[in-house]
Nanobody, 123 residues
């Protein structure tokens, strides 16, 4: 069992930055790929990025590449999403999730999910 709690969301102006935190419980956290997803009102859940258990391989959606950075600390254990140069289209509820099999990009392949944290980017 893995429990995930996101925090760090809020309201920021376009061009600003936010850092999201996902605190995890469970001794097996270090064996999971961790993903970040987001969902805007009326839209499907969208892949943002993922980080392998070792932290050595990181995947990003093209829409955030170069602006967002994923990292993890398996000792805490916590996964982070640093978001820079934010745009209004980044506005969404952001979720972290954990998986140890399947794809890195499909929500259905992630078994554990946090409750989400709201990110709003004003123009």
């Amino acid at each position: 069992q893995v429990q995930l709690i996101e925090s760090g969301g809020g309201l920021v102006q376009a061009g600003g930055s936010l850092r999201l935190f996902c605190a995890a419980s469970g001794r097996t956290f270090s064996s999971y790929t961790m993903g970040w997803f987001r969902q805007a009102p009326g839209k499907e859940r969208e892949f943002v990025g993922a980080i392998r258990s070792s932290g050595g391989t990181i995947y990003y959606a093209d829409s955030v590449k170069g602006r967002f950075t994923i990292s993890r600390d398996n000792a805490k254990p916590t996964v982070y999403l640093q978001m820079n140069s934010l745009k209004p289209e980044d506005t969404a509820v952001y979720y972290c999730a954990a998986r140890n099999r399947g794809s890195y990009y499909a929500p259905r392949d992630y078994y554990y999910w946090g409750q989400g944290t709201q990110v709003t980017v004003s123009s």
